[in-house]
């Protein structure tokens, strides 16, 4: 008797061994895929960076190309050229604008607020609620379960000339002594 307790109380040591061996790996492997979404993140704006900045070349050598190369009759003069370079200044402008946007720093995301995706709908809109109760509130191993709490999640419904909400109501059950 005295044996078969010691065997589960190593049982249980060697078990939540194994579990805090996973949660650490979880953890290092969560904190991989953040510090490689950050590096593609700066990746992607190095790459937009490049990009403006071939499209600012890419149009500048286009302007001088037109300037040197059009025929005569659409060679600028005189006051007309003027007003190129002007558009063309204005242009230029606003590319640099735009690339010491890109060069600035991004702000770094706070990973502990989550944002939600979803606005929420309208109070205005009538609701229709459902609940989603369990056939018994009797945990498996025999003892009462405790409600702590409901899950609603929202779904805006279309019926030919009318919107609705249905509120999906799933409460949350706990049992006290598992």
Not at 11 to 40: V, Y
Not at 91 to 120: G, H, S, T
Not at 162 to 169: K, L, P, S
Request: hydrophobic content about 35%; aromatic content about 4%; some cysteine.
């Amino acid at each position: 008797m005295m044996m078969s307790a010691l065997e589960s109380i190593n049982d249980l040591n060697a078990a939540r061994a194994l579990i805090a061996s996973l949660h650490l790996e979880l953890s290092k492997r969560d904190e991989h895929l953040r510090q490689r979404d950050a590096l593609l993140v700066d990746k992607d704006r190095q790459i937009k960076l490049k990009q403006t900045l071939i499209d600012k070349l890419t149009q500048e050598i286009a302007i001088y190309k037109r300037l040197q190369f059009g025929k005569k009759s659409e060679q600028f003069q005189g006051e007309q050229g003027k007003l190129l370079l002007e558009t063309i200044d204005t242009d230029m402008a606003a590319i640099e604008v735009e690339l010491a946007a890109l060069r600035a720093p991004a702000p770094k995301p706070n990973p502990e607020r989550k944002i939600p995706r979803r606005a929420k709908l309208p109070a205005d809109l009538p609701r229709v609620d459902i609940r989603h109760d369990l056939e018994s509130s009797a945990c498996p191993c025999g003892c009462p379960m405790r409600h702590i709490g409901d899950d609603v999640s929202e779904k805006l419904d279309y019926a030919p000339g009318q919107f609705t909400v249905e509120r999906h109501i799933r409460p949350k059950w706990v049992c006290q002594s598992c």
